[in-house]
């Protein structure tokens, strides 16, 4: 579903070099957890796949389709949040959805029922008529979840998705990654809420200066440190060794 070939990507004319030949393979019915400290290069490598970065060497492929050979096509396929969204505050809640619905080619009946189901879960279908500049920080997370699920995309990538969450809708939001991962399609995200991507992911890779330095499931990673922890101290070891 998504793989990353010998990625890297560096800054300041190749001085600082954030990915650091990355290679990680992310399955078709899957939530893969993307663990690192602060500026580890997480979130470079998410924008590497959804395209607001290039990659300055190595391949990155999503549902079978390059991103840099094939943009668009593999952009159909994602649905992205970013840790931050960044709406267009001067249209409604419903403009802005149906303007995402438009470029995913989302049928009338198919946003009605998909959009129905989203609002009220994450309890917006109040606000949905209201300018976007009028949103909470919490509203605007709902908002975008809700516009990044509207085309129910093979790949869903969530750079911090729990940020701004009261706890009922993150426990809604954790229930639907879960049902998005049991049709088949995968869940990629970033999170520094270690006790979350323990409950929720069947595997994790972890990040330190660019460069992968473990991945896989709870256990092999407590294999690999050789402890039987939590995934927060197995990440204290993993990243301080």
């Known amino acids: 579903m998504l793989r990353f070939q010998n990625i890297s990507k560096a800054y300041q004319k190749g001085k600082v070099k954030a990915v650091d ?64 969204p960044d709406l267009y505050d001067k249209l409604t809640g419903m403009e802005y959805i149906n303007f995402i619905a438009d470029v995913y080619q989302v049928s009338s009946f198919e946003r009605r029922q998909r959009l129905e189901r989203l609002v009220n879960m994450f309890e917006i279908s109040g606000a949905m008529g209201d300018l976007i500049g009028s949103f909470s920080h919490g509203m605007k997370q709902k908002l975008a979840l809700t516009a990044a699920l509207i085309h129910e995309p093979p790949l869903l990538i969530l750079d911090e998705p729990m940020v701004g969450l009261d706890p009922r809708s993150a426990h809604l939001f954790k229930e639907l990654m879960n049902e998005h991962c049991r049709q088949g399609r995968t869940v990629f995200f970033s999170t520094h809420i270690l006790d979350v991507a323990e409950r929720l992911c069947h595997r994790v890779g ?35 060794q």
């Open 21 to 84: 030949g990355l290679d990680l393979t992310v399955n078709p019915g899957e939530i893969f957890g993307f663990l690192g400290p602060n500026g580890a290069g997480k979130t470079t490598s998410i924008k590497m796949v959804v395209g607001l970065l290039r990659q300055d060497e190595g391949k990155i492929t999503v549902n079978g389709h390059d991103t840099h050979s094939e943009p668009l096509r593999a952009k159909e396929s994602i649905g992205f949040v970013p840790d931050n």
């Open 206 to 240: 972890i990040i330190k200066k660019g460069k992968l330095i473990a991945c896989g499931t709870l256990d092999e990673l407590r294999h690999q440190v050789g402890q039987k922890g939590s995934l927060e101290s197995v990440f204290l070891e993993v990243t301080e």
